[in-house]
């Protein structure tokens, strides 16, 4: 994202002083100077109309939004298929960076399963990694007999869910 924000810009600068030269060729040529304030005009829209095209990704990553294709209750009720898992709750989603996605969630073990926690554990992450690409993973383990009472659930487009996925 920086990269093609530094891109834009050095595009952006370089098309101003083109239009710059361009312009000030057809005053001294023609005396045009209409076109000063034209060109004036045109480079900063084209300005703006990359700044409003980028401003959005960024937006939602320094938010920590949902990454926007991603169908959290799915996911949430993929993670419960895990052997051994009993409920997923308190989930957050959201973008590191373009390419990365983060989860937090409170995994609930069941009765008689917390001595394989740790692989529990593990096989829910390399689930995640595998099957949606979620690279940042930190999950919160709860015993069945101690777990949250009346947790909620988040799911798609920040709706929340006061019955467990």
């Known amino acids: 994202m920086n990269i093609r924000a ?4 050095n595009v952006a600068d370089t098309l101003g002083s083109l239009a710059v030269i361009v312009a000030g060729t ?3 040529l023609y005396d045009w100077r209409f076109i000063d304030p034209l060109v004036t005009l045109l480079i900063a829209g084209y300005v703006l109309w990359q700044s409003f095209s980028e401003i959005g990704p960024v937006i939602r990553i320094l938010m920590l939004g949902s990454p926007p294709n991603m169908e959290t209750k799915c996911i949430l009720r993929r993670m419960q298929t895990i052997d ?6 308190h989930a957050h989603f959201w973008q590191m960076d373009e ?5 937090d969630a409170h995994v609930v073990i069941s009765e008689g ?3 394989q926690a740790d692989s529990i554990k593990q096989a829910v992450k390399a689930m995640l990694l595998d099957e949606f690409g979620i690279s940042h993973i930190t999950l ?3 015993c069945n007999r101690h777990a949250c009472q009346g947790a909620q659930s988040y799911g798609d487009n920040g709706e929340r869910d006061t019955q467990t996925i």
């Open 6 to 9: 530094a891109f834009l810009h």
């Open 26 to 28: 057809l005053i001294l």
């Open 84 to 89: 051994g898992v009993e409920d997923v709750h």
């Open 99 to 103: 390419n990365r996605n983060a989860v």
């Open 113 to 115: 399963c917390w001595y």
């Open 140 to 142: 919160e383990l709860e």
